[in-house]
Nanobody, 124 residues
Framework: QVQLVESGGGSVQAGGSLRLSCAAS????????VGWFQQAPQKEREGVAV???????FYGDYAKGRFTISRNNAKNTVYLQMDSLKPGDSGMYYC??????????????????WGKGTRVTVSA
């Protein structure tokens, strides 16, 4: 059974940084695409960044230049480095897995395995 576990969320002031981790068991993340998604209260889950197979990365427009997605194959973990955080970045952050290494976009319905999320709160 494939499981994803997120960690690294917390409370920071605007301009601060956080690094989120998504650790996997039951599947090698390098074989698929892993995305980070933000879900604010009363809003849909929105794609932030995705990393596929050979370390190819994709970003949502608001994440470009501030967030960096990466993967450590030895630890089977994907990270999201979040810098210059803004209050609008607050919410639950989930990692999602899409099997196979073909990028299918930033839409949440393209990802089939999810973790339980980690909360990020950015204060002004």
């Amino acid at each position: 059974q494939v499981q994803l576990v997120e960690s690294g969320g917390g409370s920071v002031q605007a301009g601060g940084s956080l690094r989120l981790s998504c650790a996997a068991s039951g599947y090698y993340l390098r074989l698929g695409c892993v995305g980070w998604f933000q879900q604010a209260p009363q809003k849909e889950r929105e794609g932030v960044a995705v990393i596929c197979g050979g370390q190819t990365t994709f970003y949502g427009d608001y994440a470009k230049g501030r967030f960096t997605i990466s993967r450590n194959n030895a630890k089977n973990t994907v990270y999201l480095q979040m810098d210059s955080l803004k209050p609008g970045d607050s919410g639950m952050y989930y990692c999602g897995l899409s099997y196979g290494g073909v990028y299918r976009g930033l839409e949440a319905d393209q990802y089939t395995v999810w973790g339980k999320g980690t909360r990020v709160t950015v204060s002004a």
